[in-house]
Nanobody
Framework: DVQLQASGGGLVQAGGSLRLSCEASGFIFNEHAIGWFRQAPGKEREGVSC????????YYTDSVKGRFTVSRDNIKKTVYLQMNSLKPEDAAVYHC?????????????WGQGTLVTVSS
């Protein structure tokens, strides 16, 4: 079965850092772009970042540029999201998923995500 399991969330003070992991299984990992998405209570889902399949090109939404770094390890079948200089507005449930690069929307498996809480 296809799975993309996000982990690594937690409570951090503003200005702190967290590294999220997305462990993949059940598909050929290096043939798929993977995206990170977040959703805060009462807000719409937002695309945060993604990493392409074979080229490892990365993309970021404007609000996280310079603070977040996405990377992938094709041997470990894991995508990472290093989040530095966290702000209270970064607090959300973070999910990883396949991403349609034309629309920027997730598709396929959608896991429970991992909660990031940022205290001011």
């Amino acid at each position: 079965d296809v799975q993309l399991q996000a982990s690594g969330g937690g409570l951090v003070q503003a200005g702190g850092s967290l590294r999220l992991s997305c462990e993949a299984s059940g598909f050929i990992f290096n043939e798929h772009a993977i995206g990170w998405f977040r959703q805060a209570p009462g807000k719409e889902r937002e695309g945060v970042s993604c990493v392409r399949d074979r080229t490892d090109l990365t993309y970021y939404t404007d609000s996280v540029k310079g603070r977040f770094t996405v990377s992938r390890d094709n041997i470990k079948k894991t995508v990472y999201l290093q989040m530095n200089s966290l702000k209270p507005e970064d607090a959300a449930v973070y999910h990883c998923s396949f991403i349609d690069l034309k629309s920027g929307r997730p598709y396929g498996y959608w896991g429970q995500g991992t909660l990031v809480t940022v205290s001011s």
